[in-house]
């Protein structure tokens, strides 16, 4: 950790509220996204950030400083997305009980289709769907490398598994969600 991070972490200990303030308006909205793509439920992601921030408060004298701050709070908050999900219903996670590679049956030139087409807001809205389809696993792994930017290290340590699994997890969720929009954009190919 850099200096400046170790005195953040050492003023959260001190319950320094300015330092909360700082954490919070840093992370909290970069968490709801994350709890909204996994839960597709807004009331239940403003209660994982909620919780991932009293977690921080309950439990930053357990913080060891191995990796940030930032994402140490992903962690906490992919834990307590995916305790939620466990609550609602037994689930069997899919992409993680095959090894296949998922063939695509749909082809589309991407390069063929016009921006306009592409940035539009029917083409974002299709793109949240096919995001939504995603197994919570997927979501988290696409959220969190793609949208977020974090590294596939960073990406490994919150969602605890290695990073070969990230590798493997996000080219499942690329391949589902282009499967998903090729057949999307294939009207506007022909």
Known sequence: MTETANDLVDALRQRDPDALTTVFNTHADKIYRLAV????????????????F?????????????????????RVAYNEC???????????????LFDDELMPTSFVDWNTLPDA?????????????????????????????DVEDLSTAQTAHILDISESAVKVRLHRARLALREHLAHYFEEYTH
């Open 37 to 52: 793509s996994i839960l597709h439920d807004e009331v239940q992601a403003d209660g994982v950030v909620q919780n991932t």
């Open 54 to 74: 009293l977690a921080l408060i309950k439990h930053i004298d357990r913080f060891e400083g191995r990796a940030d701050i930032g994402t140490w709070l992903y």
């Open 82 to 96: 995916m305790g939620r999900i466990r609550k609602q219903r037994p689930q069997v996670d899919l992409d993680t």
């Open 117 to 145: 087409i592409l940035g539009s807001s029917e083409a974002m809205n299709e793109m949240q769907t096919a995001i939504k389809k995603l197994s919570p696993s997927l979501q988290a792994v696409f959220m969190l490398r």
